[in-house]
């Protein structure tokens, strides 16, 4: 997945599309937009990042998970089985992406597989079919001809946190530093 | 000026049953070892406090496994798929294991130590320790294996488990043996020498406790950016009353300086220092798993 932030309007398509298509419960997301907003008037800008699972390489949650109910699948996808789930969270606490919650009726964590049955009948993702800018490109990075691929080799892309060693599989370009940092604050107590 | 205009909220993952259930298990794990002490090593001073530590490992440890089955969605599938469903790589994995044979050994050990069989009691109790260790040392490689949390992710962090687990475990020890000796016991009266020796021990390893916290802490001080200001969360934000205050000064320090100043040693105060310790390992558990996750990680 690449996602060419020059592109993003911020319009939160993807996360509606996102919602409809997996009947992502209330409260919960699989997909959303982080927004900023830096500057001060006449020199500001907004900026955008569309979060979701990175469906890294080397994925933590498949690591922690006692039950092996987190796989990768062939074609690379991070796939989480609600059968063999059990709600011990132990993902949610380890995946550096955050991008994991516990299905409030369900009991079972879930996460965005990037509309796995989608892709395995040949469709894209909901949230990349729905973008109206074309912002969010998908398709087999293996393939040097698909438009990934493509993109991948032309344009400069970063990750987010490389340092984690996870090798997350969504690619932003433009990506702003200032978005990434700033972050809603936790109340835990 | 940077603003954040919107984010989601997300949920937190661990809350107090976890950190209850390391409390316990914890010391269970520390009141298991101190009673192979006398019967499994044969140290004769120990003898007293056998018969309650395994008893007290076995209570606890009943206790424990029902905060994780009260935490989890599914509690029931939960037991069936950990033996089902293995996954070598997690430390989770293992512990379904050790929750199951750590309580079993235990209670054929106490079965063996109150029949008065010494060799099958010894037998068992050495089989016990390295599970005692292992039943509470995983847990500290469960919060280590969480490398999206800088406090967690440390290799120090099942030694810290363990040393205060043994630290909690000695301390309740010494509650529960004065408890028992002073309304159960027929001579009514405190057996001074045990707990005098276990204090010292509670002393110096609260010590050796406190030189891994500082280690710990210093090093997350100066290390990469969400470690640093973990760090400061603990020592100087929100976190610091609880873990400075709370756990290391009332629960670790000024324990130590009454059970290792021979001005200060005296029944009474050894079981105030006792008190003390137990309320602030408690504590520490808790700063553990709520510190974890204070800072937002995306």
């Known amino acids: 997945m690449v996602i060419d932030l020059r592109k993003c309007i911020g319009c939160n398509t993807c996360s509606v599309a996102c919602k409809l298509e997996n009947g992502v419960h209330i409260g919960v997301w699989k997909s959303w937009v982080k927004q900023i907003q830096k500057g001060e008037y006449p020199n500001v800008s907004k900026s955008f990042l569309p979060l979701m699972c990175n469906n890294c390489e080397e994925p933590i949650c498949v690591t922690v998970c006692p039950v092996n109910a987190n796989r990768i699948e062939d074609n690379g996808i991070v796939s989480t089985d609600p059968h063999r789930c059990v709600a011990c969270r132990y993902c949610m606490a380890a995946c550096p992406y955050e991008v994991r919650y516990v299905h409030p009726v369900k009991k079972i964590v879930e996460k965005c597989n990037w509309c796995l049955h989608r892709v395995k009948v040949g469709l894209q993702p909901a949230c990349v079919e729905a973008c109206p800018t074309g912002a969010m490109v998908f398709g087999d990075m293996n393939d040097p001809e698909s438009e990934v691929s493509k993109l991948l080799a032309k344009q400069p892309v970063q990750v987010l946190k490389p340092e984690m060693g996870t090798k997350p599989h969504v690619f932003y370009i433009n990506l702003d530093h200032d978005a990434v940092e700033i972050k809603r604050e936790v109340d835990v107590l | 000026m940077t603003e954040l205009v919107y984010d989601i909220h997300h949920q937190i993952t661990f809350r107090w049953l976890i950190a209850l259930y390391f409390y316990f298990t914890g010391m269970s794990a520390?009141?298991?070892?101190?009673?192979?002490?006398?019967?499994?090593?044969?140290?004769?001073?120990?003898?007293?406090?056998?018969?309650?530590?395994?008893?007290?490992?076995?209570?606890?440890?009943?206790?424990?496994?029902?905060?994780?089955?009260?935490?989890?969605?599914?509690?029931?599938?939960?037991?069936?798929?950990?033996?089902?469903?293995?996954?070598?790589?997690?430390?989770?994995?293992?512990?379904?294991?050790?929750?199951?044979?750590?309580?079993?050994?235990s209670i054929i050990y106490a079965y063996f130590m109150f029949k008065g069989d010494m060799k099958k009691t010894k037998m068992f109790g050495m089989i016990g320790i390295p599970l005692a260790i292992t039943v509470h040392g995983y847990t500290g490689f469960i919060l280590a294996f969480g490398k999206a949390r800088a406090l967690w992710n440390t290799a120090l962090m099942p030694i810290l488990f363990l040393v205060s687990a043994i630290v909690s475990g000695i301390a309740l020890m010494i509650l529960v043996m004065m408890v028992k000796d002073k309304i159960f016991s027929k001579e009514k009266k405190i057996n001074k020498e045990i707990v005098y020796t276990l204090a010292s021990m509670l002393g110096w390893l609260i010590v050796f406790d406190l030189v891994l916290v500082f280690c710990d802490i210093s090093t997350l001080a100066i290390s990469h950016a969400e470690a640093k200001e973990t760090a400061h969360l603990i020592i100087a934000g929100q976190m610091s009353p609880l873990f400075l205050g709370i756990e290391n000064l009332f629960g670790k320090f000024i324990p130590m300086i009454i059970v290792l100043?021979?001005?200060?040693?005296?029944?009474?105060?050894?079981?105030?220092?006792?008190?003390?310790?137990?309320?602030?390992i408690l504590f520490m558990r808790f700063v553990v798993v709520y510190g974890g996750q204070a800072l937002p990680i995306i």
């Open chain 2, 261 to 280: 100043t021979p001005k200060f040693r005296s029944i009474r105060n050894i079981a105030i220092a006792s008190v003390l310790v137990v309320v602030g």
């Open chain 2, 30 to 105: 520390g009141s298991f070892v101190i009673s192979t002490l006398a019967y499994g090593f044969g140290l004769k001073k120990f003898k007293p406090a056998g018969k309650v530590g395994v008893v007290m490992a076995i209570l606890l440890l009943f206790i424990a496994p029902i905060m994780l089955l009260l935490q989890v969605g599914w509690p029931v599938r939960s037991v069936w798929n950990h033996f089902t469903y293995l996954n070598f790589h997690s430390p989770m994995s293992y512990g379904a294991f050790l929750l199951m044979m750590y309580p079993l050994n």
